[in-house]
């Protein structure tokens, strides 16, 4: 209680109504323990990188349901869009050293997800989702430095060009959207960390 009392008192302070600190709270407790240390440490952009967030998650949830990428939330080009996408926006908006920090806290948090078997896109986290994230994260931030200063304007393009040109990962699937590994056998989905699936360029085709 003393945390969340203590992040409502500077929700307040830098510039959230009241109206709105409720919301904010209830986001914040949420979060996982590496994403909250994230924000204690860097308060004084967390307000932007909440309302950057809100929005990358709305424009992926548009995703799901147009037919410039796929339909794989986990895993997939949706997947892909989402980290390259937040990390392009996140790099503009707060620059590129705490962009980074934040995914990569954010991928910790995935692990501890893991461990208490709580989903993430529908399924429990693993060790090369994880790979796939951070890898992804990096493209995101080169988009963000070439576009710095031009917001949103240009950015969800580029990003949906980038993984069209294969310069993002995402988990390799058969012709019927099941994962496999990289000698094509179908992944048998268990609850582990570590499983055998394999990593391809974003523009390959089952």
């Given at each position: ?44 952009v967390a ?6 967030t809100?929005?990358?998650k ?7 349901h ?33 962009a ?36 992804n ?6 988009i ?19 993984i069209?040109?294969?310069e ?10 099941q ?16 499983l ?11």
């Amino acid at each position: 209680m003393k945390l969340i009392s203590l992040t409502l008192f500077f929700l307040i302070f830098l510039g959230y109504s009241k109206a709105n600190c409720q919301s904010s709270i209830k986001g914040f407790t949420a979060l996982s323990c590496p994403e909250k240390q994230w924000v204690i440490c860097h308060l004084f952009v967390a307000k932007r990188a909440f309302r950057i967030t809100k929005e990358v998650k709305a424009s992926t949830n548009k995703m799901l349901h147009d037919s410039l990428l796929d339909q794989f939330p986990a895993g997939g080009k949706v997947d892909a869009f989402r980290h390259l996408y937040w990390m392009a926006r996140l790099t503009d908006g707060i620059g590129e050293k705490k962009a980074r920090s934040l995914g990569k806290a954010h991928e910790m948090g995935n692990y501890n997800s893991f461990l208490r078997a709580k989903v993430e896109d529908g399924e429990i986290p693993d060790s090369l989702s994880g790979v796939m994230d951070l890898s992804n994260n990096e493209v995101g931030i080169c988009i963000g430095n070439l576009l710095y200063g031009s917001e949103n304007k240009f950015t969800e393009t580029a990003v949906i060009d980038a993984i069209n040109r294969g310069e993002a990962v995402i988990l390799k699937r058969n012709k019927a959207g099941q994962l496999t590994t990289c000698n094509d056998e179908i992944v048998v989905y268990k609850i582990k960390w570590s499983l055998p699936y394999c990593l391809v360029k974003s523009n390959e085709v089952p």
